[in-house]
Structure formats: structure tokens, C-alpha cells
């Protein structure tokens, strides 16, 4: 399925603004005095609910529909179910790789690491920061395929998926700067290293269009595209919805997850 170069370009932008965007989250821990729980928590839902409704509604109805196309009907639906769990047993597979101490998504702020026994606790922090950046790089890979490929099939669909990743990625840039700032006492070091963690997400997009997407078929790009919605799901049920709910209101976050699929529904109305 070929694609002009203007979509490429634009596509592995979106990529590059939604993994840079850990540094915005290296910047709050480092310049805001306290972490506005609420605002995040009502954050992190309304990346929820737009990954989880476009999901659902958008992505796993294009690639049912490019396979049935492809396939037939019941081979085509059957095929996009399998791709989809697939997605979900892929991005499970990374949370399973990742040990639980170091996940990215136990998010710590400046606040929360007391001054007593830094000395002895230096090394401990900087290992959790480099460890934290590493699993940042390696969940942040598959993030950047699926923004680029929902790019490449509809940019405006892309547009949605990359603001959701984005604001996802600005708490693992919090989990890798404020462990590193406080071993080595540099904001610079903390925000490059935290800055760096996010370039695993256009990594992700130059190889799959390199070794995926150049030589890829209808069919493959349903594949593909019904992954991306299982992967998506997982990272909303797994990582954002229980990030938010630790971080504030139960009833906060679920009116974001809800804002997030309002606004979603309507951009997708009013784009179709």
C-alpha cells in the first residue's frame, strides 16, 4: 500500500511530537513546586477514553473492513479479532518483560523522594531512572508503529492517537527524571535521559516503515491496523486508567475517560 511522501513526513511527525513529549513531563517535575493531581488524573482519562473509543469504533472497523475486502467476510472478521488480541498479547508481553519495580508507569514526582539517606540511596535512584528510561524506550517502540500507522491510514485519525500518546508519555518522563535528579543532582542529565527515553517512538516509526510498511499488503495493513487497536486498549486498561486512579479521584478520572470519548466522537463526526 503505497503512501506519498507528504503523509510519511507528516505521520512520523506526529510520532516524534508524541515520544518527545516525556521531556514536557521532566520539565513539570523539575519547575512545578507541586503535582496538580487532579489536572493529571484528568488527564491521563481523557488519553483513556480517546484510545479506547477510537479503538474501538475507528480502528478495528477500518481493519475489518480492509480484510473482509481482502479475505471475505468471515475470514476478515476472524483474521481482525486474532490480530487484535495479538496486539494485546505483544504489548503484554513487553509489561511482562519489564519487571514491576522499574515499570515506567509508577510514576514518582520530586516531592515524593524524602532527603534523608540520599547519600546511601544514590545508587538505588540512579539505576531506577536508567532502568525506568530503558523500559520507557522498549514500551514506547510499539506506541510509535501504531501512531504512525493510524497516521498513514487517516492523518486526522493519526492527529487523535498522537495527543493521546503524548499526554500518556508526560508521567514517564516524570518516572525517569526524578529518580536521576536526585542521584546526580543534574536537571540536565535527568531531562536529556528522559528527553532521550521518548526517541524510542519515532525509532518505532522509521522501522516500521523501513522493514514493515514499504513492502506491505492490504491485508497486512489490516493486520497491522487491528493490532494497533488491541495494543492501544491494553496500554489505556493497563497503564493509564490505573495511573490515574492512584494519582487522584476515581470519579476525575472517569470523567476524563468519558471527555476523552466525546471529544473522539466528535472529531470523528464532524471529519468524516
Same mark, same amino acid.
Given at each position: ?24 513531563? &521532566? ?11 487532579? +489536572? ?33 467476510? +468471515? ?30 508507569? %509508577? ?36 506506541? =510509535? ?14 492527529? &487523535? ?32 535521559? &528522559?528527553?532521550?527515553? =521518548? ?36 496500554? &489505556?486498561?493497563? %497503564? ?7 494519582? =487522584? ?24
Amino acid at each position: 500500500m503505497p503512501h506519498d511522501a507528504g503523509t510519511v513526513l507528516f505521520a512520523f511527525s506526529l510520532t516524534l511530537m508524541a515520544g518527545l513529549s516525556t521531556g514536557i513531563g &521532566s520539565a513539570l517535575a523539575f519547575f512545578a513546586k507541586t503535582t496538580n493531581t487532579r +489536572f493529571l488524573t484528568a488527564s491521563l482519562g481523557f488519553s483513556a477514553g480517546v484510545m479506547i473509543y477510537v479503538s474501538f469504533v475507528e480502528i478495528f472497523v477500518k481493519a475489518r473492513e480492509s480484510l473482509e475486502a481482502a479475505l471475505g467476510p +468471515f475470514q476478515g472478521y476472524l483474521m481482525t479479532t486474532l490480530a487484535f488480541f495479538g496486539g494485546i498479547v505483544l504489548i503484554a508481553g513487553i509489561d511482562f518483560l519489564v519487571p514491576n519495580f522499574e515499570n515506567p508507569h %509508577e510514576v514518582r514526582d520530586v516531592e515524593d523522594i524524602p532527603d534523608q539517606d540520599l547519600t546511601i540511596n544514590r545508587k538505588n535512584l540512579h539505576r531506577m531512572g536508567m532502568f525506568s528510561a530503558l523500559a520507557i524506550a522498549i514500551h514506547n517502540f510499539p506506541e =510509535g508503529i501504531a501512531t504512525f500507522v493510524g497516521a498513514l491510514a487517516d492523518p486526522a485519525l493519526g492527529v &487523535s492517537i498522537a495527543v493521546a500518546v503524548a499526554i500518556h508519555n508526560i508521567p514517564e518522563g516524570i518516572a525517569v527524571s526524578v529518580p536521576i535528579f536526585y542521584a546526580t543532582g543534574s536537571r540536565k542529565k535527568a531531562f536529556s535521559l &528522559s528527553f532521550l527515553s =521518548g526517541l524510542a517512538e519515532p525509532a518505532g516509526a522509521v522501522i516500521g516503515y523501513f522493514l514493515i510498511l514499504r513492502y506491505v499488503t492490504d491485508t497486512l495493513f489490516g493486520l497491522m491496523f487491528a493490532a494497533v487497536a488491541g495494543i492501544m486498549v491494553f496500554i &489505556s486498561l493497563d %497503564e493509564l486508567l490505573p495511573t490515574a486512579e492512584k494519582y =487522584g479521584e476515581h470519579h476525575i478520572a472517569m470523567y476524563g475517560v468519558v471527555a476523552g470519548m466525546a471529544v473522539m466522537a466528535a472529531s470523528l463526526v464532524l471529519f468524516a
